[in-house]
């Protein structure tokens, strides 16, 4: 975009590996939106399947190669670099967005003035009537999860403030984005979302999850549904990272502490040998690297601006919210 050119509102950013014919069909998604001001960066991780570049011809969309594979974390952070606009988004390439999707956006954010962090309602694209997520969880004893994944979509879909959000259709304030430094790049893949969200609560920033925001998720497209080696290991590993960067002192050997519990328990009782290994995997190599994700807790504890009573308000106590997907908003 020329110097002078308008700075439109919002930046899209879609990072793409591999995602075969999903990517055009998300393309054609933002293409259809009802609130046109925005520009798209698509950034390719050195996809293999020929699903990049898509043909469009649409000035507002920029195609970016990588030459390797970066991430969700990094791509998204290079995807989103340079940006003037006021807002930005993050949609997967396994995403499709519904019309009126950052209209939505637009119009929840004008409502609440004071968030800088919204998710979408995820609907299943293979099941539109099933969730596939309505914003994140953390619970007590060190695991998160996606809130109101598998329920149908007839339960009452949350509106109003969550602990954290997806990033597969996240919509963010730059200024916000670029002050917390972007997506931890360590992280590689999973739980970067919810380490941003939390940094940023920390903070005493909110995150609020937008009902009428809806996108239609593949997941897992790309990747493997977070069933392979490399999902469970990254996955395990990186929750480790996560608690022990955000929780306030009382409330971390509680929640590391479950989780070793609760990971070595479910490795156990996985008959796929690889599984196995891989939970186990993921669960060592989280405490092997901890002290340099030491040295980020301080930065990070030494600009928390809420006490740990709040925080321990934002966890989930009761162990049945896990198993039942249930949405816990904080706030309306």
Same mark, same amino acid.
């Given at each position: ?227 392979? !080696?490399?999902?469970? @290991?990254?996955?395990? $590993?990186? =929750?480790?990272?996560?608690? /022990?960067?955000? +929780? #306030? ?23 796929? !040998?690889?599984?196995? @290994?891989?939970?186990? $995997?993921? =669960?060592?190599?989280?405490? /092997?690297?901890? +002290? #340099? ?31 039942? $997907? ?7």
């Amino acid at each position: 975009m020329a110097a002078d050119a308008p700075v439109p509102a919002i930046r899209v950013a879609v990072v793409n590996y591999n995602s075969g014919p999903w990517l055009a069909r998300c393309l054609a998604s933002l293409q259809a939106q009802t609130f046109r001001d925005f520009e798209v960066v698509v950034l390719d991780n050195a996809s293999t399947d020929g699903s990049f570049p898509v043909a469009l011809d649409d000035p507002r969309f920029t195609f970016v190669e990588a030459g390797e594979n970066l991430g969700f974390a990094a791509g998204n952070n290079r995807a989103l670099c340079g940006a003037r606009t006021r807002w930005l988004a993050l949609l997967n390439p396994d995403a499709m967005a519904e019309p009126d999707w950052l209209e939505h956006l637009m119009d929840e954010a004008k409502r609440h003035p004071r968030v800088r962090i919204f998710g979408s309602t995820q609907l299943r694209a293979d099941d539109p009537a099933t969730l596939d997520g309505t914003g994140d969880c953390l619970g007590a004893w060190g695991l998160a999860w996606r809130s109101g994944f598998g329920r149908p979509r007839a339960d009452a879909v949350p509106d109003g403030e969550m602990i954290a959000v997806c990033g597969a259709a996240l919509f963010i304030d730059r200024a916000l984005f670029e002050r917390l430094g972007g997506f931890e790049e360590k992280f590689f893949c999973y739980l970067e979302d919810v380490d941003l969200c939390l940094r940023a609560r920390l903070a005493g920033e909110r995150v609020r999850q937008c009902a009428s925001a809806v996108v239609h998720h593949a997941g897992g497209a790309s990747t493997d549904g977070g069933r392979s !080696a490399f999902s469970l @290991t990254l996955g395990r $590993r990186n =929750l480790v990272w996560m608690l /022990a960067r955000n +929780l #306030p002192l009382p409330l971390l050997p509680g929640a590391l502490a479950g989780n070793a519990v609760l990971t070595t328990l479910r490795a156990a009782m996985t008959p796929d !040998a690889q599984q196995r @290994t891989a939970l186990l $995997r993921g =669960l060592a190599e989280g405490y /092997a690297d901890l +002290l #340099p994700v030491l040295a980020e807790r301080r930065r990070i504890q030494s600009a928390r601006r809420v006490g740990t009573v709040e925080v321990a308000r934002w966890l989930e106590w009761n162990p049945l919210s896990m198993p039942s $997907r249930r949405a816990r908003v904080l706030k309306d």
